[in-house]
């Protein structure tokens, strides 16, 4: 399960909390009927619960959801129905092998599932929680199935359960891959403390290079919740500023934003220019940051309606 490409840690890109902490309608049907801490082992037997609920959902896998304002359909049992077109072994091959210990035809129900929760992150990532809730429910034992959820979760702004899950993953997994998102939540429910602390107390040589920069990030953005916006600077002016590592404009743009929040305005420039420079689609926004800067205010379109 691919993880999104950047964590967002700026304080403009951490949601309402209070909004956020109420569940989509089909992930609450699904935690209802489950525990995260009390599920059992997945039965292989034949005719078991299980076996069922893959040939349903291969049987319904052609049915198509249901009108983006409406609820999505839903099995006999409550879960959201596969999309059309998934093909399991779409699935990277390390997820594959994370599925490897179930039988073939529940690995490949879980596996899609998987699949459906990574392609509806960005555009409706409720539904793609109630996906991964769903695998959940079939393997809770196999981490990449945790760490589906855990992601899902955070994209959905359920940060308690994201928090849990990635923690689970991370434990199931032996790695610390998720330890800047599982910070980024902690922050997200008000406690930027946390995020310090997870820094603070990080062994650097636990984790990539890549996993400890978005940490730093993280916890930079923290100082900065705590009105301690010089500290953020002082924490984000590191020897990996000048790297040329695909992470590298990430921690470039944290730099520029927390200088122009100081009101350094020409160093932020400056800064949001190199990640202009390298940044041809504008995925971080530091062209639309240059403008501002210049004093550029943007006008929305009007609805061609």
């Not at 034949?46 to 040939?55: I, L, N, Q, V, W």
């Amino acid at each position: 399960m691919a993880v999104p490409d950047a964590i967002e840690t700026s304080d403009e890109l951490i949601q309402d909390t209070t909004d956020q902490e109420t569940p989509a309608t089909t992930a609450e049907a699904t935690l209802a009927t489950e525990s995260t801490t009390d599920e059992k082992p997945v039965s292989t037997d034949e005719g078991s619960p299980e076996t069922d609920s893959t040939e349903r959902d291969e049987e319904q896998g052609d049915s198509a959801e249901s009108q983006e304002s409406g609820e999505p359909e839903t099995n006999d049992r409550g879960e959201i129905l596969l999309p059309e077109g998934i093909d399991y072994y779409d699935l990277d091959r390390d997820t594959r092998a994370g599925l490897r210990s179930l039988p073939k035809g529940l690995a490949e129900n879980v596996g899609k599932r998987i699949i459906a929760a990574g392609q509806l992150l960005d555009s409706d990532p409720n539904r793609a929680l109630a996906h991964a809730l769903v695998a959940r429910r079939l393997a809770s034992r196999i981490a990449v199935v945790r760490e589906a959820v855990g992601v899902a979760a955070y994209n959905a702004g359920q940060w308690q359960m994201a928090i849990g899950e990635l923690r689970t993953a991370q434990r199931l997994l032996g790695t610390r891959a998720h330890i800047a998102m599982i910070a980024d939540a902690e922050r997200a429910l008000g406690r930027p403390e946390r995020a310090i602390d997870a820094y603070r107390d990080l062994d650097t040589e636990s984790v990539e290079p890549e996993a400890r920069i978005e940490l730093l990030i993280v916890a930079a953005g923290a100082r900065r919740d705590l009105d301690q916006g010089a500290a953020a600077v002082a924490m984000l002016q590191v020897p990996e500023l000048k790297s040329n590592e695909p992470w590298a404009p990430r921690l470039q743009y944290a730099f520029a934003d927390a200088l122009a929040d100081q009101g350094r305005i020409d160093e932020a420039r400056t800064w949001f220019a190199k990640v202009a420079a390298v940044d041809e689609d504008d995925e971080l926004g530091a062209a639309e940051r240059l403008l501002e800067l210049e004093g550029v205010e943007w006008v929305a379109e009007p609805d061609e309606d």
